[in-house]
């Protein structure tokens, strides 16, 4: 049966949730702590999520061709390791660039093979992959702790360009990239046709199992560059590091509009769902809120998105 709903208020549903959330949250921060509305004070916050913000690209492109990538884990894992355990001996800091993005493309056509061409459900191929990295990580480490990250990396992390942090500038730069690619390229139409319809896509000429495949590897050399980021941000390694992030993506990503096939949200609907969890974390941070109520703050803004979105859906 289809819900009948005020037609103001089903044009409110097609309109991301995290746009609302996002002025909710910066409403309430503006009014009741305005000192910490400053760019160096919101620039040190929104920091912090830019390997989020870049991880969230990747995912919310596999989640338009109807697919999921949770093996983001797995590759933060192994390339905060590979940077930061000495295991690959005194090679130039350069070199750990296009080592991660090897390890992406490789993670990236496993997903895509086994999802695209053997029709393996997502979620159980790619939480296998990140098990099996984690594991290796576990193999080599020993149970130990890992060393420090290079210098180099912490240093470039620091900057500024003009009045961004470099990260922060260089996740805008990604997404404005990642929005064009869509927009702009024969790609794009394809993921949108597959996002409403493989079956129609596939006779329509779509190469379906292809872009499935493309849309994986892209996700997952993405994530090696959200690896790179995220590693520098931290002085010392971790067997641990990142392992909530591929679900913090997924949210980002379902808060900003971007449901398994379908696509309002665009790239900047995710973008605003990443910034939400910044904002959230600043706004509980700021009113002395412990870390378990801030969990349940955000399983409760997820929690909205979905209601808003599964109204939506019974409407359709």
Same mark, same amino acid.
């Given at each position: 049966?289809?819900?009948?709903?005020?037609?103001?208020?089903?044009?409110?549903? %097609? $309109?991301?949730?995290?746009?609302?959330?996002?002025?909710?949250?910066?409403?309430?921060?503006?009014v009741?702590?305005? &000192?910490? /509305?400053?760019v160096n004070?919101?620039?040190?916050?929104?920091?912090?999520?830019?390997?989020?913000?870049?991880?969230v690209?990747g995912?919310l492109?596999?989640?338009? @061709?109807?697919?999921? +990538?949770?093996?983001? =884990?797995?590759?933060?894992?192994? #390339?905060? *390791?590979?940077?930061?355990?000495g295991?690959?001996?005194d090679?130039? $800091?350069l070199?750990?660039?296009?080592l991660?993005?090897?390890?992406?493309?490789i993670?990236?056509? $496993?997903?895509?093979?086994?999802?695209?061409? %053997?029709r393996v !459900?997502a979620?159980?191929?790619?939480l296998?992959?990140?098990?099996?990295?984690?594991?290796?990580?576990?193999?080599?480490?020993?149970?130990?702790?890992?060393?420090?990250?290079? +210098?180099? *990396?912490? +240093?470039?992390?620091n900057?500024?360009?003009?009045?961004?942090? !470099?990260? #922060?500038?260089?996740?805008i730069?990604?997404?404005?990239?990642?929005? $064009?690619?869509?927009s %702009?390229?024969?790609?794009?139409?394809? @993921?949108?046709?597959?996002?409403e319809?493989?079956?129609?896509?596939?006779f329509?000429?779509?190469?379906?199992?292809?872009?499935?495949i493309i849309?994986?590897?892209m996700?997952?050399?993405?994530?090696?560059i959200?690896?790179?980021? &995220?590693?520098?941000?931290?002085?010392?390694?971790?067997? %641990?590091?990142?392992?909530? /992030?591929?679900? +913090?993506?997924?949210?980002a990503?379902?808060?900003?509009?971007?449901v398994?096939?379908r696509?309002?949200?665009g790239?900047?609907?995710?973008?605003?769902?990443?910034?939400?969890? =910044?904002?959230?974390?600043v706004?509980m941070?700021?009113?002395?809120v412990?870390?378990?109520g801030?969990?349940?703050a955000?399983?409760?803004?997820?929690?909205l998105?979905?209601?808003?979105?599964?109204?939506?859906?019974?409407?359709?």
């Open positions: 049966m289809k819900l009948t709903l005020n037609p103001m208020f089903s044009s409110l549903l %097609r $309109v991301p949730p995290a746009y609302f959330v996002f002025a909710a949250l910066f409403v309430t921060l503006w009741t702590k305005p &000192q910490l /509305m400053n004070v919101m620039g040190v916050f929104v920091r912090q999520v830019a390997p989020l913000g870049i991880l690209l995912q492109l596999v989640m338009r @061709v109807r697919s999921i +990538d949770l093996s983001g =884990a797995g590759v933060l894992l192994i #390339v905060n *390791y590979m940077m930061s355990s295991i690959m001996g090679i130039h $800091v070199f750990y660039i296009p991660a993005l090897l390890l992406g493309l993670v990236g056509l $496993v997903n895509g093979y086994l999802i695209g061409r %053997r !459900s979620v159980i191929a790619t296998a992959v990140t098990t099996i990295l984690a594991g290796i990580v576990q193999f080599f480490a020993s149970g130990k702790p890992p060393g420090a990250m290079p +210098d180099f *990396y912490n +240093d470039i992390y900057t500024k360009i003009w009045i961004f942090p !470099s990260p #922060v500038a260089f996740w730069v990604l997404t404005v990239l990642m929005s $064009v690619f869509l %702009r390229f024969v790609f794009g139409r394809y @993921v949108a046709s597959i996002g319809n493989p079956t129609a896509a596939h329509s000429g779509v190469p379906v199992e292809r872009t499935v849309a994986h590897v996700a997952s050399v993405i994530a090696s959200a690896a790179l980021v &995220q590693s520098s941000s931290i002085a010392v390694g971790s067997i %641990r590091v990142g392992l909530e /992030m591929p679900i +913090d993506a997924v949210a990503t379902i808060l900003g509009g971007v398994f096939g696509g309002e949200g790239v900047w609907g995710p973008f605003f769902g990443v910034l939400c969890f =910044a904002l959230l974390f706004v941070t700021s009113f002395g412990p870390e378990p801030k969990l349940i955000r399983g409760l803004i997820i929690l998105a979905a209601i808003l979105y599964g109204m939506r859906a019974a409407k359709s």
